[in-house]
């Protein structure tokens, strides 16, 4: 497994030394399993000096996700899902008025309107994706050329959620996405040359090294050596599979959440998206991305330029092994 990186450096006359000749270097990483390259830039995020999104979440007036306005506001699922709704703890799962595809569910992760991103529970996070996966194995069940689901999570409006209250989506279909057929892809041909699983492999090269961050129940948690986008963190759960996660599984992707979650928040961080890739495939376990999103404000930055939404080329300003040092404080702490 190779982790390959190489430096490239920009020379200029710069307003900021009187015009004195100044070099900048910018690192480029490749992904061991893809290909797919990511750069690390000094000063490529923008942070605020502060934020104040108070009088934005507070709102709830007429929210289709709180508790008093679901069974009127939102739809029930078809006769083969045997019930009308799913309910886990403070979770409610139904379908989703807006689909994406073929089997398109929504799960609302809390009862209260909003609350902070450091202040998510495990148990919260255990029951919105027991409810989700309960969805995607009824999806399986019913209907035998489905082959692939994913748990997706936005995170206030700089994340791409149109609505404030928690929730999670969930996908599934015959095809899946792009990032999920690259990934399969590249998982099969590293197993089909190496013999073992990339996941696994992974997770035993980078257990205890700089971007090792920690082990939740039978879930690993690390900080991708290559960044999809800002302090972009995975977890792993390389011994089962979509078909064959029992609860210890989830409840170490629900453990795992918050810690991450409270690192992003330490760092000033207030917006964040999750995947949680499920496909039934020896090649590619269960995998879950965690990724942080620009601060969420009344005049806030897309972190989604040309870079990231025409070239799919990760550019973050903070290179792997410092975030993960963050994240493993949080997992040694709890």
Not at 154 to 172: C, D, I
Not at 200 to 212: K, M
Not at 316 to 332: G, L, Q
């Amino acid at each position: 497994m190779e982790f390959n990186a190489y430096s490239q450096s920009a020379t200029f006359n710069s307003p900021l030394a009187d015009f004195e000749e100044v070099t900048e270097s910018v690192e480029v990483r490749q992904d061991p399993l893809t290909g797919r390259t990511a750069r690390i830039v000094d000063g490529a995020f923008v942070m605020p000096d502060s934020y104040d999104i108070d009088t934005v979440v507070s709102d709830d007036d007429g929210c289709f996700f709180c508790p008093e306005n679901v069974a009127e506001a939102t739809p029930t699922y078809p006769d083969w899902m045997d019930v009308d709704r799913g309910s886990h703890g403070e979770a409610t799962s139904f379908p989703n008025l807006n689909p994406y595809g073929s089997y398109s569910n929504v799960v609302v992760l809390t009862e209260t309107h909003f609350q902070p991103m450091e202040q998510f529970t495990a148990t919260q996070f255990a029951d919105g994706l027991t409810a989700a996966l309960e969805y995607v194995d009824a999806v399986f069940d019913h209907d035998e050329d489905v082959s692939h689901a994913s748990v997706n999570m936005n995170f206030l409006r700089s994340a791409g959620s149109s609505l404030v209250h928690p929730h999670l989506q969930t996908l599934v279909d015959d095809r899946g996405t792009n990032a999920q057929r690259e990934l399969l892809a590249a998982s099969r041909q590293y197993r089909d040359a190496e013999g073992s699983t990339y996941w696994a492999d992974l997770v035993d090269v980078e257990r205890g090294g700089d971007r090792w961050i920690g082990t939740a129940g039978p879930v690993d948690w690390l900080a991708a050596f290559a960044p999809k986008h800002h302090r972009h963190v995975l977890a792993v759960a390389p011994d089962t599979n979509r078909a064959e996660m029992g609860r210890e599984t989830v409840e170490g992707f629900a453990a795992g959440l918050p810690n991450v979650l409270a690192a992003y928040a330490d760092a000033g961080l207030n917006a964040f998206n999750l995947v949680l890739h499920l496909v039934d495939e020896p090649a590619l376990p269960p995998v879950m991305s965690v990724i942080a999103r620009s601060v969420f404000d009344e005049y806030y930055w897309s972190d989604s330029p040309f870079f990231t939404v025409l070239h799919d080329e990760g550019v973050v300003d903070t290179p792997p092994e410092t975030y993960a040092e963050e994240a493993r404080t949080e997992f040694e702490a709890r």
